[in-house]
């Protein structure tokens, strides 16, 4: 009994094993390094570090020592008793004490120590193998018989009576030992398959944790740099608060000063106008016309401009210089914009993903999610194809223009459109694209997108007087827009002047819009369709040329 006290003190409480290179906790509790180490792993990020034993809780990983007392005594206890104990099977003949079997009898289906080993029958049909407790799984079912052979053809391990009476007779047979081995040594070759899997795994764990740790770095580098921005533009806002107050505050001194030598004047004039009156009264009550008439001319007595020059200045010192006051806003709104330039920029350099890393299994995955949380544009170049333009369009050197020029002798072509219009090389048939095109240097124009299939002869064939195409159009020299889509004209509100505009196209949407790029940027118009086949960029020039700008595809 004291060997099976001492026994259960020697195992681990992670693994109810004897202990393997024990180690000691802070608390004093004791458990295999590999068993304790796998523990505090997975209470990696939790903030705190528990001890599986006395749940005693640590802020930072305890250090494990390792505890040579307890190491000697299992390997002086594993020393003094048999390699049968580790296994746990014990003699069935022992019922005074638990003693552990040396190897078990098929036939008997019993487990025998070295004492009744000793005198168990050494008959043939009694076999022994290693201590086990699954006795039945080595005996036939059906004929109650050691198991001793394999069928290939079945994959089952089989008695001598199967292979003679049984089901498995003319079968394909080997030996126990001789399947055994074959099977393990399929088993390794999986074994290292998954080894060299699990390997791959990690560096790619690995690989992503850096990664983290990266977009980690940039994260606290953006915010630093917009806490800095934002505390730039409070101290703006603080220094122009400051500026127009004080504006305010010295012209409201400035105005009662200038009233007040006003008022002074005016009493004086006012002064001046009441004696000139009351010898006016005096000259009115007179009874000589001698003295009436020698009098001076009083015409000069009422100053009109006088009156009128002083109602001005009264008029302009009660005014605040509001064009003063609002040239310092000014200059704060253009900081601001120069502030939120900065921010943009910074945004976009530091959050777009670096998706060259994305393999496969498991990066692929999660730069898959993390990719659909952001905003990543890439410029795309779009080419107008010369093979398709009209007679009367000529296609620069970089296919980016096309210009109104008459008789180009193109080679006449399935492809290529009897009108004024070209398209695209690029074709699209997924996701997210915009383009623009400076329309300054033509006066007529369409610019829009169409189906390939687009038909190359007749009115049928300009875009927009299809169900093949959608277009933006301006006529003329009066500023006025129309989209066309099937022959089907919409005029758009308003006149307004516009040098570029904006084909944008969501294709999984089926959206098609239009927009103009004035100040402010103006949406004119959006199509919504289900759409059957890839979409080119399309134009058609009346007089002059138009440029596409470039693309991208978000």
Known sequence: MASADLRQELDCSICLSIYTDPVTLRCGHNFCRVCIDRALDTQEGAGAYTCPECRAVWQERPVLQRNITLCNIVGRFLSTRPDQEETGIFCTYCVDSPVPAAKSCLLCEASLCDKHLRVHSKSAEHVLCDPTTALGNRKCSV????????????????????????????????????????????????????????????????????????????????????????????????????RVLSEICRQEQLIPLSVSDLIQQLEIKKDELSRKMRHIEELCNMSDPVTVLQEPDTGDLCDTEDTERHDTQVRGAGDLDVGLILGELHKLSVTITGINTRIYVQEATDILLDVTIA?????????????TGVFVQEAIDIFLDVATAGNNIQISDDGKTASCSPNQNHPVTPERFQCDQVISTRRFSLGRHYW?????????????????????????????????????????????????????????????????????????????????LCDPIRHLHTYTAALTEPLHAALWVGIGCITICGGVSC
């Open 143 to 242: 004929h109650k018989k050691v198991l001793e052979y394999y069928c290939t053809e079945d994959a089952a391990c089989i008695c001598v009576s199967c292979c003679v009476i049984g089901d498995h007779r003319g079968h394909q047979m080997e030996s126990m030992d001789e399947a055994s081995e074959k099977k393990k040594e399929k088993l390794r070759d999986v074994l290292q398959k998954l080894t060299t899997k699990r390997e791959e795994t990690e560096k790619r764990v690995q690989r992503l944790q850096e990664r983290r740790r990266e977009y980690q770095g940039k994260a606290t580098g953006v915010t630093e740099t917009v806490t800095a921005l934002f505390r730039d533009i409070r101290r703006h806002l603080e220094d122009l608060e400051k």
């Open 359 to 371: 393999g496969n299994d498991i990066e692929s995955d999660i730069i898959t999610g993390i990719d």
């Open 436 to 516: 623009e095109v400076d329309v300054s240097k033509s006066v007529g124009w369409m610019v829009g997108m169409c189906y390939p299939s687009i038909g190359r002869k007749g009115k049928q064939s300009f875009i927009g007087y299809n169900n093949k195409s959608w277009c933006l159009c301006r006529s003329g020299w009066n500023y006025q827009y129309s989209v066309i889509h099937d022959s089907t004209v919409i005029r758009l509100p308003g006149l307004f002047p516009c040098d570029r505009v904006r084909v944008y196209l969501d294709y999984e949407a089926g959206q098609l819009s239009f927009y103009a």
